[in-house]
């Protein structure tokens, strides 16, 4: 279920990246705010609206249950930030959707893995039949290169979700002996993974809902 927009976190969003604009502005040459939006009027406008976009996009895509910082807190000292590493400064007026995904992706945010995003997976379970070659299966999204060998590469939490250099994630399925992997089958979706998973081994238990960068288990 999507959460409703906190305009506290919309301010706070806004709030970091006009400050963290300030402070480029301050060491990069040629970078004029006010020239580049047509005043600071407009630069404001735009900082509210990027806040107000991404504050929605979240709300969407967010678990904000495995959050560990308070959200608006965390958008304050963290957003601007990160938005400049993805983005220019002068050129707020460009922010989309694919903006909203680098910046959780630079902030780590936990997201909800419902075939909407291009996120990374990998999850285990142990097989329940002890005595099988396979210790675990694992379910994680991998990407071939688009050149001629087109080789796969696991698509992971550290990785750009849209270098050109790849196709676009699936999920592999994969047996684990003794650390070793072992390409079985691959699929679109999480789900698929898992129902072909549960065909394969009745009683494997994957989870019903995965989290991308969900916080470590204690």
């Not at 696991?154 to 070793?180: H, L, M, R, W």
């Amino acid at each position: 279920m999507n959460e409703f927009p906190d305009p506290a976190a919309v301010f706070a969003c806004a709030k970091s990246l006009h400050d963290a604009c300030l402070e480029r502005a301050k060491v990069e040459p040629g970078l004029d705010l006010s020239e580049a939006y047509h005043g600071m009027d407009g630069f404001m406008r735009e900082v509210m609206r990027v806040g107000d976009e991404f504050e929605k996009w979240a709300c969407r895509h967010v678990a904000f249950h495995e959050l560990d910082d308070v959200w608006p807190y965390l958008l304050e000292e963290r957003f601007g930030g990160a938005s400049l590493e993805v983005m220019n400064a002068d050129s707020l007026a460009g922010f989309d959707a694919d903006d909203c995904l680098r910046i959780a992706f630079k902030l780590r945010l936990p997201m909800r893995v419902d075939g909407s995003l291009p996120l990374p997976v990998c999850v285990e379970a142990p097989n329940p039949l002890g005595d099988a070659e396979f210790q675990h299966l694992r379910i994680q999204t991998i990407r071939h290169e688009w050149d001629e060998d087109g080789e796969v590469a696991p698509f992971t939490e550290d990785d750009d979700p849209f270098d050109e250099n790849y196709s676009p994630p699936v999920f592999g399925i994969y047996g684990v002996k003794a650390g070793v992997l072992e390409r079985i089958a691959d699929r679109k979706t999480h789900a698929d993974a898992r129902a072909l998973s549960a065909k394969l081994l009745p009683g494997i238990g994957f989870p019903d809902e995965v989290i991308a960068f969900s916080r470590p288990i204690s």
